[in-house]
């Protein structure tokens, strides 16, 4: 079964700084596009980051500066550094990834979410 598996998350002061990471595991060929989102309470899932297999990152205006979205290939892990970090940066994070996987012979195309992760920006 392959899935994604986020870690990271917690309680950081304001100004502190994070990092999330989210494992691709099981049968994969390959692994396309790779992302972060999150959701605060009471809101819609927000694209914070994104980074293809080559090219350009990008990022969301409210992140720009003060995040950074990197990826290791041969671990298939995407990472989230988080610096700087402010009192509405408190959401759970989701790491989204394209990816081709599965059986043997019988490879699929996969678009998968993390489990997510709760950060918490508080003093």
């Known amino acids: 079964q392959v899935q994604l598996v986020e870690s990271g998350g917690g309680l950081v002061q304001p100004g502190g700084s994070l990092r999330l990471s989210c494992v691709a595991s099981?049968?994969?060929?390959?692994?396309?596009?790779m992302g972060w989102y999150r959701q605060a309470p009471g809101k819609e899932r927000e694209l914070i980051a994104s980074?293809?297999?080559?090219?350009?990152?990008k990022y969301a205006d409210f992140v720009k500066g003060r995040f950074t979205i990197s990826r290791d290939n041969a671990k298939n892990t995407v990472y989230l550094q988080m610096d700087s970090l402010k009192p509405e940066d408190t959401a759970v994070y989701y790491c989204?990834?394209?990816?081709?996987?599965?059986?043997?012979?019988?490879?699929?195309?996969?678009?998968?979410w993390g489990q997510g992760a709760l950060v918490t920006v508080s003093s």
């Open positions: 989204n990834a394209d990816l081709v996987g599965g059986t043997p012979g019988a490879y699929r195309y996969l678009g998968l």
């Open positions: 980074i293809p297999t080559g090219g350009s990152t």
């Open positions: 099981g049968t994969i060929s390959r692994i396309y596009a």
